[in-house]
């Protein structure tokens, strides 16, 4: 099948599924995104321009996120989120891993399971948030800091894991991957600050011409593809990418123009995600599984609530908050792909029903929120 025909029958299906998801089923249409990809997998052995098509429409999704974001109050912000972060470090890799440990695991296994375990997707929440219209709710801030915090930890984790699976790690390697982070960032408040300031004038000038698109789609490829270049997340650069121009006079025009790309690329993520799932038959380690799977829930709903609470949310606001985050994803995925054996089944049989009730989870979030404080829950909890 050739390129263009390949790509616009994949087009139509996705138009198709999310439509069928949407307007008839009710069902998210990530959710049936995922499932499309994990019944394609078996037909398709090359799948590199369903991943690139997937990468472009994530970088974007961030790049987008980022723009919501000003130096000012990401750092404003930042000093009240990093409690949280911490407390979701904790609780999502040392207690996953020593849960693991219990089970039987080395070591090594368990901590790979609390890498697979911790982060949850920042792709499908951030959709998410969008679609169900609530990234002017007061905790949205609060969860997308979180998964940048996330975002953050997770590429030193897997450094770490890499290292001790024998391709080599050491002290100073963690040390350089900090001082990345930090260049990174440094190279965006300059852009942010000084570049884009002075060149100001000129962007007013060519915001209608047509290739204004490509240059803002170019900088927040090339920015995601420069953190990929320093073994970090595309996210983190993209999230960046977005920052350096959040206070930009063009900044709607910049929007508006970058949307219908995110739009058209963002569905093959999820259909180039649900293809790296491999099920099986037989699922290894079933109780690990199933305490897991619940101790998944119970561990992102503490980080939210508690979290929260710090963060200056209100008691209703951080359980909506911890109801909304339980789904993993993408970073999941990428954990799951340096296991081995029967752990890489695990693992992706565990990513995918997460993904499923993390994501229903995320839907009925706000009446089951209202359930429960109309029930009392607040008068018992102040």
Not at 3 to 15: D, K, V
Not at 116 to 125: D, G, N, P, R
Not at 196 to 212: A, G, P, T, V
Not at 360 to 366: G, M, N, R, Y
Request: overall charge positive; hydrophobic content about 55%; aromatic content about 10%.
């Amino acid at each position: 099948m050739n390129l263009p025909l390949a790509i616009g029958l994949f087009l139509l299906i996705l138009f198709s599924v999310g439509i069928i998801g949407v307007k008839m089923i009710n069902i998210p249409d990530i959710l049936l995104f995922i499932i499309l990809g994990i019944g394609l997998s078996a037909l398709f052995e090359d799948t590199k321009v369903i991943e690139v098509a997937g990468e472009i429409g994530l970088v974007l999704l961030f790049f987008l996120l980022g723009m919501k974001f000003s130096l000012k109050r990401l750092k404003a912000n930042s000093k009240k989120v990093w409690k949280a972060g911490l407390l979701d470090a904790i609780l999502g890799i040392a207690v996953t891993a020593i849960i693991s440990c219990l089970f039987g695991l080395n070591w090594v296994e368990s901590l790979l399971v609390g890498g697979i375990v911790y982060a949850t997707s920042s792709s499908i929440t951030a959709k998410l948030i969008e679609d169900k219209n609530r990234s002017n709710n007061n905790e949205s801030d609060f969860i997308l800091l979180v998964l940048i915090f996330e975002d953050l930890i997770a590429p030193i984790l897997l450094t770490v894991l890499i290292g001790l699976q024998g391709q080599g790690f050491t002290g100073i390697d963690l040390i350089f991957i900090f001082l990345k982070i930090a260049l990174l960032a440094g190279v965006a408040i300059f852009f942010s600050k000084v570049f884009f300031r002075n060149i100001e004038h000129l962007l007013e000038k060519i915001k209608y011409d047509d290739s204004f698109i490509v240059l803002v789609v170019g900088m927040a490829l090339t920015y995601g593809g420069i953190a990929i270049l320093l073994g970090l997340s595309e996210v983190i650069g993209a999230f960046l990418a977005g920052i350096m121009v959040a206070e930009v006079g063009v900044k709607e025009k910049i929007i508006k123009v970058a949307l219908p790309v995110r739009n058209i690329f963002l569905p093959f993520f999820f259909l180039d995600f649900g293809m790296h799932i491999k099920l099986t038959t037989v699922i290894p380690h079933l109780g690990l599984l199933i305490v897991l799977i619940i101790w998944s829930m119970v561990h992102k709903i503490a980080v939210g609530y508690f979290g929260g609470l710090w963060y200056g949310l209100t008691k209703k606001e951080s359980l909506r908050a911890g109801l909304s985050l339980t789904q993993r994803g993408e970073f999941s995925v990428i954990m799951a792909g340096i296991a081995t054996g029967s752990l890489k089944i695990f693992a992706g049989i565990y990513i995918l029903i997460i993904a499923l009730l993390g994501t229903l989870l995320f839907q009925i979030a706000p009446r089951l929120n209202k359930m429960i404080f109309t029930n009392g829950f607040n008068k018992k909890a102040g």
